[in-house]
């Protein structure tokens, strides 16, 4: 199956830290990594004061279902010193959320897939769409491609 995770930093070495995740996830069982897009540099998301982001997104071919590859995120932003009982939407070390997986559409507590907002977050899309701009976002009818075009197009 494939899947495509948003990763983000804004604290500390934002690139290292990266890095240092997609290292973690690509060494995880029952996952390898196949393609990192290129990391940007992003305003933040939300009311708290902070600094600028990094974000990109990474594919991955796994075989885990959407439930324990969210376990296994979560596991690798507490080893990279993630804390989660800040503010929503407030300054982290690291940050990764499940965008898509494979063709799956999950609305459990805990899990949303695909990521709720992520048609209108420029931040995952056009990273997202540099490693799979015709790929049909589950649940709905647009390309990733799509959804950035739709995106520049109300904010001109």
Partial sequence: MRAYVGVGANLGDREATIGRAIDLLGTAPGIEVTAVSLLRET???????????????????????????LAVLLSVEQALGRDRTGERWGPRTIDLDLLVHDGLVVDEPGLTVPHPRLHERRFALEPLAELAPDLVVPGRTETVQTLLDALDAGSG
């Fill in 43 to 69: 305003d933040p998301w939300g009311p708290v004061e902070q600094p600028r982001y990094l974000n990109g997104v990474v594919e991955l071919e796994t075989r885990l279902e959407p439930r324990a590859l």
